[in-house]
């Protein structure tokens, strides 16, 4: 059982390439979760997905697309990458009952140049 | 949408003291309170969660309080030890849907 797992672990972009980060949960959990985590700016959500075939944007999405791809998988897409998107990513997951304990992934730290 | 504030931003507490953390929140509709830690390069961790309907809880050294008419939330860590160094990040959301979460304090325990 391994939970949350995210690649790239570790990612460097030029400005306007893009790319996509995967996030994948195998917790048969119905929500999933996008953040990015700035220094001193603590956890933003960017999209969610309350279940499969849905998603929702957070605090902060624009610039990013997401897909739900099926139930264990939720990737992330930059269609053109900025120095501003520079960050760590993290993926969540949840039972999606309500006030449910959200897991996280390992991370993603992404450098835009 | 719901704004979370977190203070102190950092706390160094001597091992064996107690450290408070406190969080406000703006959006009454909120209902699921979780506290998160995180090591230094680690994923964020729940250590604790707390519901509207309930005034306090407990688990060992660590309990939350909510002041729902406040609308605001604390962690109490008592006998603090050094591994107890870490961010903390409080925050809230109806259910657990667009959660939204403090800026995170740092806490530092010296032996």
């Known amino acids: 059982n391994a939970g949350v797992t995210q690649t790239p672990k570790f990612q460097v972009l030029k400005t306007g390439q893009s790319m996509t980060l995967q996030c994948a949960q195998d917790?048969?959990?119905?929500?999933m979760y996008w953040y990015r985590q700035d220094p001193g700016m603590g956890l933003r959500l960017i999209y969610y997905?309350?279940?499969?075939?849905?998603?929702d944007k957070g605090e902060v999405p624009n610039g990013y697309n997401v897909s739900r791809l099926n139930k264990r998988e939720f990737s992330l897409r930059l269609e053109s990458a900025a120095p501003s998107q520079t960050s760590v990513y993290f993926c969540?997951?949840?039972?999606?009952?309500?006030?449910?304990?959200?897991?996280f992934g390992p991370g993603t730290r992404l450098l835009v140049l | 949408g719901e704004n979370v504030e977190q203070h102190p931003s950092t706390l160094s507490v001597q091992e064996g003291d107690s450290a408070v953390i406190k969080c406000t929140y703006s959006?009454?509709?909120?209902?699921?309170f979780p506290w998160y830690k995180q090591e230094l390069g680690k994923r964020p961790q729940l250590i604790i969660d707390?519901?509207?309907?309930?005034g306090e809880k407990k688990d060992q050294r660590i309990a939350v309080t909510l002041n729902k008419t406040a609308k605001h939330f604390s962690l109490h860590i008592t006998e603090t030890q050094p591994e107890d160094s870490a961010v903390y990040f409080c925050?809230?959301?109806?259910?657990?849907?667009?959660?939204?979460f403090g800026a995170g304090t740092r806490l530092t325990v010296k032996p």
């Open positions: 969540a997951s949840s039972l999606g009952q309500g006030g449910e304990t959200q897991y």
């Open positions: 917790m048969n959990h119905n929500s």
């Open positions: 997905s309350a279940s499969e075939g849905t998603t």
């Open positions: 959006d009454s509709a909120s209902n699921y």
């Open positions: 707390i519901r509207s309907n309930v």
């Open positions: 925050a809230a959301s109806i259910e657990d849907n667009d959660m939204r």
